[in-house]
Every structure is written in C-alpha cells, then in structure tokens.
C-alpha cells in the first residue's frame, strides 16, 4: 500500500497569514491522481483540489495545489478563521486508495 | 449538483450485518464509501463504477463488504458484514463525475454505525 505522510500534523497560524501542508508519498504518485480535501468538525469532507494542482467547483483561489513524484503541498493563502479544518490528502494511483493521516489546521 | 442523502445511524451486535444507503439526486460515474472512526482518520473502503459494473474493494475488508447500486432508484449500498467493535465509524459516500474523476466531489452527510453488544 502506498503510503502518504502529512506534516506538520498541527499547525497554528493568524488570520492573514500564508498556510503550507505537505503531503509525502511511500512511492510515486501520478500528479493526476493525487487530491487535497477539507473537513471540519461533524461535517462530511469536502474536495479542494485533484489532479495535485485542480481547483474543484467553487474552491477559492487562495488554496492552490502542487507538486510531483513523492512530495505535494497544499498552500492557503490570506488564511481566514473559517479555513480552521482538518485537511487530508490521497492518492489513487494505487489501490487501496489511502489517505495521510490529516493536518489539523487553526486560525 | 448532485446531492447525497444517506440512510440513518444504526446500532449493531457483533457479528451481524449493515447495510447503508445513499440516495442520489443526479447522475454520477463512479460511487466510493469511505469510513471515519472516532476521533480517527478517513479510510478509504471501495467503489464502483455502475456504467461498467466494476468493483474494487481495499484488501482489508475483501470478502467482508459489497457496494452495489439500484439505477432505478439511484441509490447505493454498502453492506458490510461479520461486524466487529472496530467498525464502529461514520460511513461516508461520495460520487464522482467526469470533471473531477476518480476524486469524489460530492459526499452524503455520513452515517454512524454503531457495533456494540
């Protein structure tokens, strides 16, 4: 199984402030198939960006995607309160389709 | 948009089995059921592509799970079966469509499924 690593597993930032979380693949990952998702507290998770740097449907342009081979980020910019969340990525080159283990972000 | 609405939070024994809807209010290509357990990460489960009647199931619950669809009533199932306390966990679906394939961009609400004796 593939493995992804996420860091930091917490962070803690001002509102204003620029965000950067890191995604590390076990093996390589096709950019195509590795995806960023965002879920707060009792809520289902929500698409933010596939294909490593897609923004999903009604996404703002604060949040952007890159990266390639083993090692993704995911940056917020001008971060706001509301973007206080867990953010998991995860890959689907490779079943079973795994997830990082989440970064606990907070505004 | 395709909207998500799953099937209510159920309480089980050991043992037995679950089956979990998630009604869909529109087209979609590829359906995927991931779980969450308490305070604890999101696990990937398995999926199905109606279109082509394919599954693909994560090794660690082979045999234990089956996710199928009913076009008629646009609605699919996860069924999962010889329950153990460590499925106690929200079940989420999710589908995807063309744009975003295989990354599902619509989730149902989640249900909570319960196995305690």
């Known amino acids: 199984d593939i493995v992804l690593t996420q860091s930091p597993d917490n962070l803690s930032l001002s509102p204003g402030e620029s965000a950067t979380l890191s995604c590390r693949a076990s093996?390589?990952?096709?950019?195509?198939?590795l995806g960023w998702y965002q879920q707060k507290p009792g809520q289902a998770p929500r698409l933010l960006i596939y294909?490593?740097?897609r923004r999903a449907t009604g996404i703002p342009d604060r949040f952007s995607g890159s990266g390639s081979g083993t090692d993704f980020t995911l940056s917020i910019s001008r971060l706001e309160p509301e973007d206080s969340a867990l953010y998991y990525c995860?890959?689907?080159?490779?079943?079973?389709?795994?997830f990082g283990q989440g970064t606990k972000l907070e505004i | 948009q395709v909207h998500l609405v799953q099937s209510g939070a159920e309480l089980k024994k050991p043992g037995s089995s679950v089956k979990v809807s998630c009604k869909a209010s529109?087209?979609?290509?590829?359906v995927t059921w991931v779980r969450q357990a308490p305070g604890q990460g999101l696990e990937w489960m398995g999926g199905?592509?109606?279109?082509?009647?394919?599954?693909n199931y994560a090794q660690r619950f082979q045999g234990r799970v089956t996710i199928s669809t009913d076009e008629s009533t646009n609605t699919a199932y996860m069924d999962l079966r010889s329950l153990r306390s460590e499925d106690t966990a929200i079940y989420f679906c999710?589908?995807?469509?063309?744009?975003?394939?295989?990354?599902?961009?619509?989730w149902g609400q989640g249900t909570l499924v319960t196995v305690s004796s």
């Open positions: 995860q890959q689907y080159i490779s079943s079973p389709y795994t």
């Open positions: 294909g490593a740097s």
């Open positions: 999710a589908t995807s469509g063309t744009e975003t394939y295989p990354f599902p961009g619509h």
């Open positions: 093996q390589s990952v096709s950019s195509a198939y």
């Open positions: 199905l592509i109606p279109v082509f009647g394919t599954t």
């Open positions: 529109g087209d979609y290509h590829t």
